[in-house]
Structures are given as C-alpha cells and as structure tokens.
C-alpha cells in the first residue's frame, strides 16, 4: 500500500498573497493531480503531470502555478489568494497509460483566505 | 466536451431506506465509469467502477450499472445504514487526456 501526504492540512492566508500547497505520495505512480472541492462544485481539476517535470493544465488553472520537482511530489500555488476564498484542495496520484487507472487521493489543505 | 451530471445535491433517508443517486454522462464511445466515496475529513476513495454496456459494479453493498443506451449510471443500495453518510462521485474517465471528470457530488446523510 501507500499513502498520500498534504501539507499543510489548513491554510489561511491574505488577500492577494502567494500560498503554497505540498503533496508527496509513495506509490511510486507517475501521474499527479491537484483539485479544487467547492461545495456543489465537485472535483475540478487544476493541474496533473503525466511524469516528472511535466505540466497539464486542467479545467481551472488560470490563478494556478504547479510544480513536479520530483516523481513523488506535486505543489500547487495560489498566485494571488482572493477574498473570502474558501475551498478544499485535494491531490491524487495514479498509475500512468493504465485503462481504469484508480486514482488515490490526500485528505486535502482547506484554504481560508481573511 | 465528455461531462457527468448527478441530479441530487442532497439526500436524507432514514436507516434501512432505499438509495438511489442518478448518474447520467455525455461522451463517445465506452468511458469507465466510477463511483468515488467521500467520508468526512477524508479524501475520495474508489467504490467500484465498470467499463462495458450492462456491466455492474459493486462493493460493499453499493451497485451501479453501465447503461449505454440510457447513457446512465445510477447508484442503489438496497438498505442504507448511518455509516454509509458521507459525499459520493460519479466520474468518467477521458483516457486520452489520462483524467476523470467529476460530477457535482451528492451528500448522502443518514438519520438513525
């Protein structure tokens, strides 16, 4: 088995400020994800890497920046926090170039912005 | 572009009722299709999925049918219990981009 590590598990921040989420898994997978969770929003996607050093934007991306640094960590920063922003950002890894891959998630960073 | 639409943002039942969360997707071709659960404090984590027309997944009392014709998904468990309270997902896999779309999420809570 494996697990998935988020850091920080809360987050508050500024208006305007630049904050960084960290992620890092050890099942050794390839393909990394971080979404955003807004209540009746579901998941949507941000960002994912097929591999290390690799960049997909996903469908919210636009006051995103991400970075791989290495296969088995993914960090997502918030350009310029907004207002009263609150949401649950969640990252995922999976196997890559597999049909039906399971994608395994972290417990999430809640982001409070004041 | 492939989408997922769950028609109950909430749902309240009592212990022992009968679960029903719609499913519907729009895509070509055969996607798999997932349930994902959701419990408090914790992130996603698979239910089941399946990838062919008629196919069933199942766990744990949870089962859901590939319905191509209906374009449909639907989640049913026969007999509810207050653990089963928690956030559930259904997604589709766009493999050529090598992620999943989510629906909305439906909140299912359970009074005992």
């Known amino acids: 088995g494996g697990i998935i590590t988020q850091t920080p598990k809360f987050l508050i921040g500024q208006e305007g400020q630049k904050l960084t989420l960290k992620c890092q898994q050890n099942?050794?997978?390839?393909?990394m994800y971080w979404y955003r969770q807004d209540s009746g929003k579901g998941l949507r996607l941000i960002y994912y890497?097929?591999?290390?050093?690799?960049?997909q934007k996903g469908d919210l991306s636009e006051g995103y920046d991400a970075s791989r640094e290495k296969k088995s960590s993914f960090s997502l920063t918030v350009t310029s926090a907004q207002k009263n922003e609150m949401a649950v950002f969640l990252c995922?890894?999976?196997?890559?170039?597999?049909?039906?891959?399971?994608?395994?998630f972290g417990p999430g960073t809640r982001l409070t912005v004041l | 572009g492939d989408s997922v639409t769950q028609t109950e943002g909430q749902v309240a039942l009592s212990e022992e009722d009968f679960l029903t969360i719609h499913c519907n997707y729009s895509?070509?071709?055969?996607?798999?299709l997932f349930w994902y659960v959701q419990y408090p404090g914790e992130g996603p984590q698979l239910l089941f999925r399946?990838?062919?027309?008629?196919e069933k997944g199942s766990s744990r009392g949870f089962e859901a049918t590939y319905d191509k014709g209906t374009t449909s998904f639907h989640l049913r468990k026969a007999s509810v219990q207050e653990s089963d309270s928690a956030v559930y997902y259904c997604?589709?896999?766009?493999?050529?981009?090598?992620?999943?779309?989510f629906g909305q999420g439906t909140k299912l809570s359970i009074k005992p």
């Open positions: 895509a070509s071709g055969y996607p798999t």
């Open positions: 997604a589709l896999e766009d493999y050529n981009q090598g992620k999943l779309i």
């Open positions: 890497s097929i591999t290390e050093n690799d960049l």
């Open positions: 995922a890894s999976s196997i890559a170039g597999q049909n039906y891959a399971e994608q395994f």
């Open positions: 399946a990838s062919r027309d008629k």
């Open positions: 099942f050794n997978h390839d393909t």
